[in-house]
């Protein structure tokens, strides 16, 4: 396995020549952001993995269009974004069923563990309820530590726009975060 | 966790945890395997482009020992096509009237003169 100097850029031309490690290279590095992101827009995690997948295939068919000496990341968050958006579109009727009620059960439980399952599941519903640029938006930003500029350039608008998406995001996160604020400050 | 303004350019480092944590997918080993298996990638190996050039040599080696052997046919050829000409492959007139020693002894045979035999002995200096 290559040492993590190897640059991105250097692994893509490797990719892109049909060179399985560096392939496999680059997806261990983006794979938990890469998933992370599809989740965010996904709620069932085998459709957000299959996402993921659409995303990570569409980038190697594309390596081509890569330009090396900007970042590889938003080049890829942009095409997983995309094939995440793809996905739900199709997919609409799927993700409306989903809501377990084994959830509400945990939710219910007196350990912390159970409150801290709740919590998860919480923001999991109030993550479901954003629309689809705030979700990616806020994971983009707060969880991904993307630049407002950047988000702005993976999910095509103005950067205005992603400032006020995340802004009304963080809002509506947090309120559905408030019965847990305790736990909250408790982890940290 | 206090209320930002929009224009804030730092993250929400709680909200990016219970996030993360929410987000976050396990078994990333399997999830690879899977792409990895899925993605149209050539038969390339990391370590194997040594047997892609060995490949590549050696049609490019016969190749050059084929043009080797056909310049080296043309040369011996042209060699030898020279050689000819050398050693006489123009006629030589002189051989004709049985080489005379001199200019006078030609003319004293009393044969009739030939230009090319009187041209060939005074080229000659005889």
Known sequence: ?188 | MKERSPFDHRPDAALGRVLREALTADDNEAFVARVIAAAPLGAVESGDWWQVLTGWARPAMVAALLAVTVALALWVRGLSSATDIAGGGVDDPLRGVGDPASLSTYFASGEEPDVDVVLALVLDGR
Not at chain 1, 45 to 66: E, M, S, V
Not at chain 1, 128 to 137: G, I, K, N, S, V
Not at chain 1, 149 to 168: C, D, K, N, W
């Open chain 1, 1 to 188: 396995m290559r040492t993590s100097r190897v640059e991105d850029a250097e692994l893509a031309a490797l990719a892109q020549a049909g060179d399985r490690e560096a392939f496999g290279e680059l997806l261990a590095r983006h794979a938990t952001q890469v998933r992370r992101v599809c989740r965010a827009v996904l709620r069932d995690p085998a459709d957000a993995d299959d996402a993921a997948q659409d995303g990570f295939l569409a980038a190697l068919r594309n390596l081509g269009r890569y330009d090396p000496a900007r970042p590889f990341g938003p080049w890829l968050m942009k095409i997983v974004a995309n094939a995440a958006i793809d996905r739900t579109r199709r997919q609409k009727v799927r993700r409306a069923e989903h809501l377990p009620e084994a959830l509400a059960s945990e939710a219910a439980g007196p350990d912390t563990e159970a409150e801290r399952a709740a919590l998860r599941h919480a923001l999991a519903d109030a993550l479901d309820q954003l629309p689809e640029r705030q979700r990616l938006a806020v994971v983009l930003f707060d969880v991904e530590g993307y630049t407002h500029r950047e988000i702005a350039e993976i999910l095509r608008m103005p950067v205005g726009t992603v400032r006020s998406e995340v802004f009304h995001a963080r809002r509506k996160l947090r309120e559905a975060m408030a019965p847990w604020k305790g736990l909250q400050e408790e982890a940290q």
